[in-house]
């Protein structure tokens, strides 16, 4: 596991560390206690994983088009 905190993390960094997670999960080879702390770790990542993606759907929703459909620029997004 990465020594880096979860919340510093970008989407692909907790992505690749939860599906080693998962996988160290489901082998099924690691001590119940392991298992618990990558338990934890793999909701702590999921949680992360998932706020990056709304922050990035978010992004996306905030870009404004013209009439032809090109990207014009981006309107202001709350909390962004």
Same mark, same amino acid.
């Given at each position: 596991? &990465? #020594?880096t905190p979860v919340e510093q993390m970008t989407f692909e960094q907790a992505m690749k560390e939860l599906e080693?997670?998962?996988s160290? $999960?489901?082998?099924? %080879?690691v001590a119940l %206690?392991? &298992?618990? #702390? $990558?338990y934890t770790r793999g909701a702590d990542l999921k949680k992360r994983c998932e706020s990056e993606l709304k922050r990035a759907e978010e992004k996306v929703a905030a870009i404004t088009l #013209?009439? &032809?459909?090109?990207p014009t620029g981006t309107k202001p997004v709350e909390g962004l």
């Open positions: 596991m &990465s #020594d080693t997670v998962v160290k $999960l489901e082998r099924g %080879d %206690d392991e &298992s618990i #702390d $990558l #013209d009439a &032809s459909g090109q």
